[in-house]
């Protein structure tokens, strides 16, 4: 019922909607006593005292009321229609803003497959509790009141005979509203899970192509599918078994409603009429019973998708987002003390890190696979936290600075290039939204990009493709690269940035980087000896530890890890003398 109650809060966003929908069905609702009414006075009033000329007048009422509640029920679709539409968009839009504000190591646990399935399945599913499931549910509870208004008005005797069987009918309903919901639970987790991996398929395709996976890929495809499909039964089976025992009950409400007016009307307790308005009623008083079966399966169904919604929304906020300090000014000035970082239950990945860099200073992150440099520039960007010491910007705590102020001072040029699926301009935008096109390609250029970007037919309107798969690697990562430049930012992050260019674009790039490092603090990671030899101070981690530190001469002329590092990486560096 919580769950419910939160869902319909979210029609107080249409309120004049909401109640004018409410409204029709109420008066389409009250129009469902004209059939029973008007079959009663044709038994009872046209044919029991033979007036031929009530007929038109008697008939023409009835087709006109019925007229009318048809149009209403047109009008009442249409905008329920026109509701969901609205809600399905305003809580889609509420969820995908409330995914960009949680932190990184969220997305570390969840899958894209599975947060793509709550968005775009589990909103419209619970959408459909306030549309169909409120709306059908109220408009049900009205009829079963009114009609039952109107047969005890008529006959209180053979309304409690013809109501003999609700009871039984609302206890097996309840009892199977309740079983259903861990099994509906069930079923659109391993729909969750067939979509992560139906994501994960599509985007490593290639990887299942390169080692010739493929049986094996649709053998896990198939089980998820089998999986999906048995969940589903599991519900089925339950359903198969009691809306047709629910039938049986009902129908056999109308033998004995039947048996008794026919008894009471041999006794001259009843009317002709009477019973035949009440079998006629009948159906009305059991049509919303014949509704029990979809309406619980979208309130089950709802319900679950609605928990599974609410709990990215109750998720916490990712802290310090847009709150915290934002200093006037960015000098540069960064300082490490004893910082340490560890994820879950995992060995430090930072150990006890004490490092000052002065502003402008360009530092060389150097060392084996796993030895934390990609997390020190993650710190950095705040998308994890230090579990132990601190950080310190221009003398300010990182800890207490707005994370939106502090990365729009920083560039970020990854190991792997992502590119979005839109032109190329909108790419570059992200780094200045107002940047011209003469700044855009002066950006390129700096890049060593302008040449392939203006030999394709649609220039800067070129759409990237998914994760910019029209192009190369090396030109992903210029186009970059670019982007970098263009947001000309005072702190500068290149994690393997020249990793996927050949000798001679690296060497056209690496001028611009440097050109780009200029007056700025740079932080560098780098297996190739001439990015990393060029840098003011060159530190090496080993298991999350500064093991050392100082120039490229200073540190080979001491002959300690670093030597050793660059004798075994850096052997097949083409250009040692960069």
Same mark, same amino acid.
């Given at each position: 019922?919580?769950?419910?109650?939160? *869902?319909?809060?979210?029609?107080?966003?249409?309120?004049?909607?909401?109640?004018?929908?409410?409204?029709?069905?109420?008066?389409? &609702?009250?129009?469902?006593?004209?059939?029973?009414?008007?079959?009663?006075?044709?038994?009872?009033?046209?044919?029991?005292?033979?007036?031929? /000329?009530?007929?038109?007048?008697?008939?023409?009422?009835?087709?006109?009321?019925?007229?009318?509640?048809?149009?209403?029920?047109?009008?009442?679709?249409?905008?329920?229609?026109?509701?969901?539409?609205?809600? &399905?968009?305003?809580?889609?839009?509420?969820?995908? /803003?409330?995914?960009?504000?949680?932190?990184?190591?969220?997305?570390?646990?969840?899958?894209?497959?599975? *947060?793509?399935?709550?968005?775009? !399945?589990?909103?419209?599913?619970?959408?459909?509790?306030?549309?169909?499931?409120?709306?059908?549910?109220?408009?049900?509870?009205?009829?079963?009141?009114?009609?039952?208004?109107?047969?005890?008005?008529?006959?209180?005797?053979? &309304? +409690?005979?013809?109501?003999?069987?609700?009871?039984?009918?609302?206890?097996?309903?309840?009892?199977?509203?309740?079983?259903?919901?861990?099994?509906?639970?069930?079923?659109?987790?391993?729909?969750?899970?067939?979509?992560? *991996?139906?994501?994960?398929?599509?985007?490593?395709?290639?990887?299942?192509?390169?080692?010739?996976?493929?049986?094996?890929?649709?053998?896990?495809?198939?089980?998820?599918?089998?999986?999906?499909?048995?969940?589903?039964?599991?519900?089925?089976?339950?359903?198969?078994?009691?809306?047709?025992?629910?039938?049986?009950?009902?129908?056999?409400?109308?033998?004995?409603?039947?048996?008794?007016?026919?008894?009471?009307?041999?006794?001259?307790?009843?009317?002709?009429?009477?019973?035949?308005?009440?079998?006629?009623?009948?159906?009305?008083?059991?049509?919303?019973?014949?509704?029990?079966?979809? +309406?619980?399966? &979208?309130?089950?169904?709802?319900?679950?998708?609605?928990?599974?919604?609410?709990?990215?929304?109750?998720?916490?906020?990712?802290?310090?987002?847009?709150?915290? !300090?934002?200093?006037?000014?960015?000098?540069?000035?960064?300082?490490?003390?004893?910082?340490?970082?560890?994820?879950?239950?995992?060995?430090?990945?930072?150990?006890?890190?004490?490092?000052?860099?002065?502003?402008?200073?360009?530092?060389?992150?150097?060392?084996?696979?796993?030895?934390?440099?990609?997390?020190?520039?993650? +710190?950095?960007?705040?998308?994890?936290?230090?579990?132990?010491?601190?950080?310190?910007?221009?003398?300010?705590?990182?800890?207490?600075?707005?994370?939106?102020?502090?990365?729009?001072?920083?560039?970020?040029?990854?190991?792997?290039?992502?590119?979005?699926?839109?032109?190329?301009?909108?790419?570059?935008?992200?780094?200045?939204?107002?940047?011209?096109?003469?700044?855009?390609?002066?950006?390129?250029?700096?890049?060593?990009?302008?040449?392939?970007?203006?030999?394709?037919?649609?220039?800067?309107?070129?759409?990237?493709?998914?994760?910019?798969?029209?192009?190369?690697?090396?030109?992903?990562?210029?186009?970059?690269?670019?982007?970098?430049? +263009?947001?000309?930012?005072?702190?500068?992050?290149?994690?393997?940035?020249?990793?996927?260019?050949?000798?001679?674009?690296?060497?056209?790039?690496?001028?611009?980087?440097?050109?780009?490092?200029?007056?700025?603090?740079?932080?560098?990671?780098?297996?190739?000896?001439?990015?990393?030899?060029?840098? !003011?101070?060159?530190?090496?981690?080993?298991?999350?530890?500064?093991?050392?530190?100082?120039?490229?001469? /200073?540190?080979?002329?001491?002959?300690?890890?670093?030597?050793?590092?660059?004798?075994?990486?850096?052997?097949?560096?083409?250009?040692?003398?960069?």
């Amino acid at each position: 019922m919580a769950t419910l109650a939160r *869902i319909l809060r979210h029609t107080v966003r249409f309120p004049a909607q909401s109640l004018l929908s409410l409204l029709m069905a109420v008066l389409c &609702t009250a129009l469902v006593l004209v059939l029973p009414g008007i079959t009663m006075r044709f038994i009872d009033d046209i044919i029991a005292k033979n007036r031929p /000329d009530l007929i038109l007048s008697t008939a023409a009422l009835g087709i006109g009321a019925i007229f009318v509640r048809q149009l209403l029920f047109t009008l009442r679709t249409y905008l329920n229609n026109s509701l969901e539409l609205k809600l &399905t968009h305003l809580i889609r839009v509420e969820l995908y /803003d409330k995914l960009q504000r949680l932190p990184v190591k969220w997305f570390d646990s969840n899958s894209s497959g599975e *947060i793509m399935s709550r968005v775009a !399945d589990d909103v419209p599913a619970m959408d459909r509790v306030i549309i169909e499931g409120v709306d059908q549910a109220i408009a049900a509870v009205l009829q079963l009141v009114i009609i039952i208004g109107y047969m005890l008005y008529h006959s209180w005797q053979l &309304t +409690l005979v013809t109501l003999i069987p609700l009871p039984v009918i609302g206890l097996i309903t309840t009892w199977w509203a309740r079983r259903s919901e861990p099994l509906w639970r069930a079923s659109s987790e391993a729909s969750s899970a067939l979509n992560a *991996i139906l994501h994960d398929n599509l985007s490593g395709i290639r990887q299942i192509k390169a080692y010739t996976v493929e049986p094996k890929a649709l053998e896990t495809f198939d089980k998820a599918s089998r999986e999906v499909g048995e969940r589903h039964m599991t519900v089925m089976r339950g359903q198969a078994v009691v809306w047709p025992g629910v039938s049986l009950i009902a129908e056999s409400g109308i033998i004995l409603m039947v048996a008794f007016g026919a008894w009471w009307t041999l006794q001259g307790n009843l009317s002709p009429g009477i019973v035949i308005a009440f079998l006629v009623a009948w159906g009305f008083l059991f049509d919303p019973i014949s509704r029990i079966n979809p +309406l619980t399966q &979208t309130f089950t169904r709802g319900s679950v998708s609605a928990k599974r919604i609410f709990a990215i929304i109750d998720t916490p906020d990712e802290s310090h987002l847009t709150e915290g !300090d934002r200093p006037a000014g960015f000098c540069g000035h960064l300082r490490f003390e004893n910082v340490s970082f560890t994820y879950a239950d995992q060995a430090p990945v930072i150990n006890g890190l004490t490092l000052e860099v002065q502003p402008g200073e360009t530092i060389a992150l150097v060392g084996a696979t796993g030895a934390g440099k990609s997390t020190v520039l993650n +710190l950095l960007t705040r998308f994890y936290e230090p579990t132990a010491g601190r950080i310190l910007i221009d003398g300010v705590p990182l800890a207490g600075v707005s994370k939106e102020w502090l990365r729009d001072q920083l560039g970020y040029v990854t190991q792997e290039s992502f590119l979005f699926n839109t032109s190329l301009r909108e790419n570059l935008l992200l780094a200045k939204h107002d940047a011209s096109d003469q700044e855009l390609w002066s950006a390129l250029e700096a890049a060593n990009a302008a040449a392939f970007v203006r030999a394709t037919p649609e220039g800067l309107d070129t759409l990237a493709g998914e994760r910019g798969s029209r192009f190369s690697g090396g030109e992903k990562q210029r186009l970059s690269i670019a982007r970098a430049l +263009l947001k000309n930012p005072p702190l500068l992050l290149l994690d393997e940035a020249t990793s996927a260019l050949d000798n001679t674009t690296e060497r056209l790039v690496q001028q611009a980087l440097e050109n780009l490092r200029s007056d700025r603090t740079c932080f560098v990671i780098a297996h190739r000896l001439s990015t990393v030899q060029k840098a !003011d101070r060159i530190c090496v981690l080993h298991h999350g530890k500064l093991i050392e530190q100082g120039t490229h001469a /200073d540190l080979l002329a001491h002959g300690g890890a670093y030597a050793r590092l660059c004798e075994a990486t850096f052997a097949n560096d083409p250009r040692p003398d960069a």
